[in-house]
């Protein structure tokens, strides 16, 4: 059967006698047979479906893989998601908007280092003021990267209006994660007034507007039960996903979701080790298992959703120093450097050590280090960088 032949891919030294060409996508796979992908099973079969998947990565991408830059210009929000540190009850947060001058620098940076991309992110907000500046600094960027940088919004959700204005200023792509395809586990995860279905709506409107449409998940939030990660997968399928962002949930203090479960972990290090729980203690959350069962998403998603643009997510880079390195061999075909400055990185923590480790040395404006560091974690992952290249491939559902 199908699950078999993906298991049975390549093998122990035989992976030079498979061709590329026999690993081929499935976009029919059912919820059983994705549901058995996505379990736990042996490193074997870990193994020949992390090669299953970067071969059909292979074929599309050759060994090329590439780069967007991300920028969190603000981390004002109205929403109160109970996974993210920067929501809007959080207290302690600093809170910022990178003012005109600094994003233009930053737009600047991204074109003269070659990024194709730039990723504009932020907390959710939806006035008339945020909007139209929004829209004017993507026109100004637009034209002064003589429009050789392509604009994703990565903004939450908006009205019709505002997607379209952003769209008409020269915005083509979103990313916008629906978080978990299922509805009741939507609403445990966000306060009531937070809608699933308004976030379909607006993932449809955006598709309908013209922007290439990205979202995705998390993967290991609490109350989610397998069955959930294979109907998600089949989601991102139906909604005709463009780009995927998936990323393991990282338990964040402060918040509703992540504290009592660092309460546990407390608890469990008081009575094993009777000392009290710190965070190096996360660890034992940011274990193998999460990684690869963030990394089996991965390849389910390329298996089945084929062309999709896939990033390489820092969430994974949390759990393991080379997560991301992993991720580009089982199938994803994107990277996100953070090119936010410095002084605005504790700001943005929606996760413990998200700071830590996307730090990247940028303590001035303009990011040290970052395209070095880009083209070193690419290498480790067996790809290489197509910097310059203005329309990373499409996707043709
Ligand atoms: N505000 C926009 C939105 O929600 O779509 C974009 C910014 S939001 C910070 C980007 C993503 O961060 C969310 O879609 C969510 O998946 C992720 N995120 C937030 N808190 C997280 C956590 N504790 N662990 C892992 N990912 C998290
Ligand atoms: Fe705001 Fe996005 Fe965080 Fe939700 S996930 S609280 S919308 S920044």
Not at 184 to 190: F, R, S
Request: charged share 25%.
């Amino acid at each position: 059967d199908r699950v078999r032949k993906i298991w049975n891919f390549g093998g122990e030294n035989s992976l030079s006698k498979r061709p590329e060409s026999e690993a081929k996508a499935i976009p029919d796979l059912s919820f059983d047979e994705l549901k058995m992908l996505l379990q736990k099973h042996t490193p074997e079969t870990d193994a020949a479906l992390f090669r299953y998947s970067n071969s059909i990565a292979n074929q599309l991408f050759g060994n090329k893989c590439y780069v967007r830059a991300l920028v969190e210009f603000s981390n004002v929000c109205r929403k109160n998601c109970k996974y993210c540190g920067i929501r809007k009850d959080m207290k302690g947060v600093r809170r910022y908007t990178i003012p005109d001058h600094e994003l233009m620098a930053l737009a600047k940076f991204a074109y003269e280092n070659k990024f194709t991309s730039l990723v504009l992110q932020s907390g959710e907000l939806g006035t008339e003021t945020r909007i139209s500046w929004l829209c004017d600094m993507i026109k100004k960027i637009v034209k002064e990267t003589n429009d050789g940088l392509r604009i994703v919004i990565s903004i939450g959700e908006l009205p019709h209006k505002d997607y379209k204005a952003l769209f008409d200023a020269g915005a083509r792509r979103t990313l916008t994660r629906i978080e978990t395809s299922n509805p009741k586990l939507y609403a445990k995860l966000h306060p009531k007034d937070h809608s699933w279905q308004e976030r379909v709506d607006v993932l449809k409107d955006q598709s309908a507007i013209g922007y290439m449409m990205g979202t995705g998940v998390m993967a290991g939030v609490p109350h989610q039960v397998p069955g959930d990660l294979a109907n998600d997968i089949l989601f991102l399928r139906d909604m005709k996903a463009s780009m995927i962002g998936m990323g393991p949930w990282i338990p964040s203090p402060g918040t509703p979701l992540g504290d009592p479960f660092l309460a546990q972990m407390t608890r469990i290090t008081q009575r094993l080790e009777g000392r009290p729980w710190d965070r190096s203690d996360l660890k034992k959350w940011y274990n193998e298992d999460l990684l690869k069962q963030t990394l089996r998403m991965y390849a389910c998603a390329r298996i089945v959703c084929y062309d999709v643009n896939m990033a390489a997510t820092t969430a994974l880079e949390v759990i393991s120093p080379t997560g991301r390195q992993q991720a580009l061999r089982a199938g994803c075909n994107i990277m996100m450097p953070n090119i936010t400055p410095r002084k605005y990185r504790d700001g943005y923590e929606i996760y413990t050590k998200k700071a830590e480790v996307d730090g990247g040395g940028a303590d001035t404006l303009i990011p040290v280090g970052t395209i070095a560091r880009v083209d070193k974690v690419a290498a480790e992952g067996g790809r290489v960088v197509d910097w310059g290249v203005v329309k990373d491939p499409l996707h043709h559902l």
